[in-house]
């Protein structure tokens, strides 16, 4: 803990980085009919989704009951035969449909929505005969449709979806200027500091891009998200890989050219790789790299280096690169399990939740508490609560390492509001104290008040009582730039501290009502 109360507010929060909303399993489905079965056709079995947003529960949706058999001595109508015919179909579409993530120019998003469209004209077509039985499960089934088909549209183009698009294309721009562009010409690509940053302040504008809990955003944003955070491990390699040494003379053993050989040809593969990942490559394949550097691997692990352990290390060398870039290959199929996206189900998410709990219950005593008898102050456990979100296992994904960060500054916030509550409680005013010096110890009464209700707020950006909040912050700012410190060096360091922490309030306020989410 720091020493006074100006150390405290300096440690607010800290650096700013990357909670967030649950996947919700639950959903409502249509009632059945009351009429039985049979005559009544499949489609009241058929789960309802009056809202489009929650077709991502699709792991409910295709699981349909079986039709229930013909009765003997009654033959099914033709188009309640047809109808049984579409629902098969359409249960097979509605995963698929439900976990598209790409966009309305590509091959899938024509076929599935030219299958749908054929189905939607067969139902139309259908001849009920006037009997009201068939014209509810014809009915049923058009709406079924054309839900599907809407879904796939507003997902496809979704503001997110495009955001993450545009991301994309950025990356892409960037990556092919600085690695892929220069590979080509014959040259090799300078890489730098430059780009490194570049492709981290995109993965983190990837992060923050909202899904609204739909799976096919998730999906999408997992899938830029691996895909670049691969190019970024790469061109990182690949900058650590330009301080080495020089390959070895080919002087120095038999082997040592063709390792100097392997060492090319992998420089090459690494931009192939790194042009694969971005979608700067139309001729070569993930599959095809990967036979291509598993071959290398054979081929160095025959080379006899024995007895020589410099030509032995540089061999390592190259297998430790080699395998780097393979473990990168695996990516064409990523995202295709739920449990990659659907970071609810993820262990360290968990983790971090029933973190997030604890300090809610703990914040919720520390203010229900404040300033009575019974005031409890919970920093032991606190600290013990940040011990535990330090040794979370991330697995270098920016989403969990983003809710990560949320659930440490809020602990942060509730152990900074006890510690100005304790040095508010220890001041001590003297006669010697200069105005300036008091006047801001007042401003840090009235922040200490303020960041109470901070923390206790759990509205919306649009609530009138966060709009008052905002303002009351923002008043506080004012009256801090109004404190003339009078060349008193202890009052300019508490005066800016205080503005830091007035500022940090703000912050915080602000990561609170963003609906960020996994």
């Known amino acids: 803990m720091c020493a006074n109360v100006f150390g405290v507010l300096k440690s607010l929060f800290g650096k700013p980085f990357d909670g967030g909303k649950r996947m919700d399993h639950g959903g409502s489905q249509g009632q059945p009919a009351q009429q039985p079965a049979p005559s009544q056709g499949p489609f009241p079995q058929y789960p309802q989704y009056p809202q489009y947003p929650q077709y991502h529960q699709y792991h409910q949706y295709y699981q349909y009951p079986p039709p229930p058999p013909p009765q003997q001595q009654q033959p099914q109508h033709p188009t309640m035969t047809r109808l049984y015919e579409v629902q098969r179909e359409v249960a097979s579409l509605g ?269 919720g005593e520390v203010l229900r508490y404040a300033g009575s008898r019974d005031e409890i102050r919970p920093k032991a456990e606190l600290q013990s609560l940040l011990t535990h979100l330090d040794q979370v296992d991330t697995a270098k994904n920016p989403c969990i390492r983003e809710a990560r960060r949320r659930a440490v500054l809020e602990v942060q916030a509730l152990v900074t509001f006890l510690d100005l509550r304790e040095a508010l409680a220890r001041r001590q005013t003297g006669p010697g104290e200069p105005p300036a010096h008091r006047a801001v110890w007042l401003v840090l009464g009235s922040l200490s008040e303020l960041q109470a209700q901070v923390l206790d707020f759990g509205g919306k950006r649009a609530d009138k009582s966060y709009i008052l909040l905002e303002e009351l912050l923002t008043k506080q700012l004012l009256a801090l730039d109004a404190v003339d410190p009078q060349g008193d060096e202890n009052t300019k360091a508490a005066r800016k501290q205080a503005v830091k922490f007035a500022q940090n309030i703000l912050g915080y306020l602000d990561l609170k009502t963003d609906e960020w989410e996994y």
């Open 95 to 363: 995963p698929q449909v439900c976990t598209f993530s790409g966009l309305q120019d590509e091959r899938e998003y024509k076929r599935l929505e030219r299958e749908l469209a054929r189905l939607q004209t067969d139902v139309d077509r259908l001849d009920t005969e006037g009997r009201g039985e068939l014209q509810a499960a014809r009915k049923r089934a058009a709406q079924e449709l054309e839900g599907l088909l809407r879904y796939l549209e507003e997902n496809a183009r979704h503001p997110s979806r495009l955001a993450i698009e545009e991301l994309s294309r950025e990356a892409r721009r960037l990556v092919d200027e600085g690695v892929v562009a220069p590979q080509r010409a014959g040259g090799a690509p300078e890489i730098g500091d430059e780009l490194v940053d570049a492709l981290q302040a995109l993965v983190l504008r990837l992060t923050q891009v909202k899904t609204e809990g739909r799976v096919p955003l998730r999906k999408a944003r997992y899938r830029a998200l691996t895909r670049l955070c691969a190019v970024q491990a790469v061109v990182e390699g690949r900058t650590r890989q330009q301080t080495l040494s020089l390959p070895l003379s080919g002087d120095t053993h038999a082997s040592v050219r063709r390792v100097n050989q392997a060492m090319v040809e992998v420089s090459v593969a690494r931009s192939q790789l790194v042009a694969l990942l971005m979608g700067l490559s139309g001729r070569d394949s993930c599959a095809h790299l990967s036979r291509i550097l598993t071959e290398l691997l054979v081929e160095l692990d025959a080379l006899d280096v024995s007895g020589n352990a410099a030509v032995r290390n540089y061999r390592k060398q190259v297998v430790e690169e080699i395998n780097g870039l393979l473990k990168h290959l695996d990516l064409e199929v990523e995202g295709d399990d739920t449990r990659r996206y659907d970071l609810a189900q993820n262990d360290s998410i968990r983790e971090i939740e029933a973190v997030r709990g604890h300090v809610s219950h703990l914040r």
